[in-house]
């Protein structure tokens, strides 16, 4: 009889390691694309574009197919195919041919796609209401954790294992076994599930989401801040702007004070509310300062209010009445891919409008400021959630 874990902290623990796991990898990979292309002498940038591309779409898809996955199989099984994607970047270093290549990452950002959505009903399921925001504020850094050690110490690793290809290789080889160890979890239903299934699972489907206004308000609010995130790394070096770096350790940074912030202050929109006005600030120091402190302390400070009020944003649907596991599954499945999809046409009008007016990002950094502002006009629409718990 194999030993089965029923420690939450464990479970957490699992869940957390796991996506640090996966953006090690996936950043890894990135990271190492340079020589990944000249391994399989393989040097057009559309070729390499073309991998974005396919990253970007296994967001979408996956996001959004990940709901669908959980109720096919149930979350502990959908998980776990999530994490077996994961583990199929071991074929990333090591792809005999482009289109391997391509396959492997697409699997993998699939596998990261549907993991980032399973959170939410896993904490759900584990967590009391109050330890939900703590729990949920630790996942929500997973990804920058694993981002800063690549970061700070991909060189390191390199020079551990003497290679780059079997760096990526020990990513992989770590995220399957931690995808072996969740087999191990005990997912029982317990009776709250069970009753939160009477009065609401089985009668909340995609058609319903998408007829919720709040998923629409939920979506859009959070879309013009990840549209930002995702182009001040893809554009923001090319536009000469090179203080994108503080962003990710100050996210860090502000996440961890987000967690205590909101454990603390049970009232979610007031910290959305001031944190989307500060960003807009921070955008317009760091874009349009022609001085590399201005920039400097504008992206410190962007890094800890994009992230600070993440907790509150992910806790709100945690705390709405008759929650139940599909439907926060389902909530989350279309907060990301309407998200990523708005986020996608926005990174595709950027590089337009720089090419439209010959190199010149000006327009384009207009464009994403007033894009940022979704996240602040959004906490005017989005519930309080502190009212039903009182």
């Known amino acids: 009889m194999m030993m089965k874990i029923s ?35 393989v040097d057009s940038l559309a070729s390499a574009s073309f991998i974005s591309g396919s990253v970007t779409l296994a967001k979408i898809v996956g996001t959004f197919g990940a709901a669908w996955l959980a109720i096919k199989f149930g979350i502990k099984y959908a998980f776990f195919i999530a994490a077996l994607l994961i583990a199929i970047g071991v074929f990333t270093p090591y792809s005999p041919n482009y289109e391997i290549l391509l396959v492997s990452r697409f699997l993998m950002g699939l596998g990261g796609a549907f993991m980032i959505v399973y959170f939410n ?32 110490f991909m060189a390191d690793f390199n020079s551990i294992t003497g290679d780059w290809k079997v760096s990526l290789l020990a990513f992989s080889v770590a995220s399957f076994l931690f995808a072996v160890a969740w087999l191990l979890v005990r997912f029982d239903s317990n009776e709250q599930d069970a009753t939160n299934q009477a009065n609401a699972e089985s009668n909340y489907h995609y058609i319903d989401g998408l007829k919720d206004k709040f998923n629409w308000v939920y979506a859009l609010t959070y879309s013009g801040l990840l549209a930002f995130y995702i182009c001040l790394f893809t554009f923001y070096p090319k536009a000469g702007i090179s ?52 920039q400097t302390a504008s ?69 994403i400021t007033v894009l940022s502002s979704t996240f602040f006009i959004g906490s005017f629409f989005l519930p309080e959630t502190a009212k039903s718990k009182e």
Not at 339 to 355: E, I, N, P
């Open 7 to 41: 420690n939450k902290y464990i479970v957490e623990a699992i869940v957390f390691i796991s996506y640090v796991l996966f953006a090690m990898a996936w950043v890894g990979g990135t990271a190492s694309m340079s020589q990944i292309m000249e391994s399989m002498n």
């Open 243 to 294: 203080q994108s770096k503080w962003v990710i350790g100050f996210g860090i940074v502000g996440t961890l004070a987000g967690i205590i912030y909101s454990k603390k202050n049970p009232k979610r929109v007031p910290v959305i509310k001031w944190s989307g006005l500060a960003m807009i600030l921070t955008i317009i120091g760091l874009s349009f300062s022609t001085s590399p402190i201005i």
């Open 121 to 152: 009903p896993i904490v759900m399921h584990w967590f009391d209401v109050d330890e939900r925001p703590v729990i949920n504020g630790l996942n929500a850094v997973a990804f920058n954790v694993g981002t800063a050690i690549i970061l700070w």
């Open 299 to 367: 992206a410190i400070l962007l890094g800890f209010f994009i992230f600070f009020p993440i907790t509150a944003l992910v806790s709100i649907p945690h705390e709405l009445p008759n929650m139940s596991g599909q439907r926060i599954t389902i909530i989350f499945s279309l907060f990301y891919s309407i998200s990523y999809l708005l986020s996608t046409g926005v990174l595709w009008l950027f590089g337009k409008l720089v090419d439209i007016n010959q190199g010149d990002f000006t327009y384009s950094l207009i464009l």
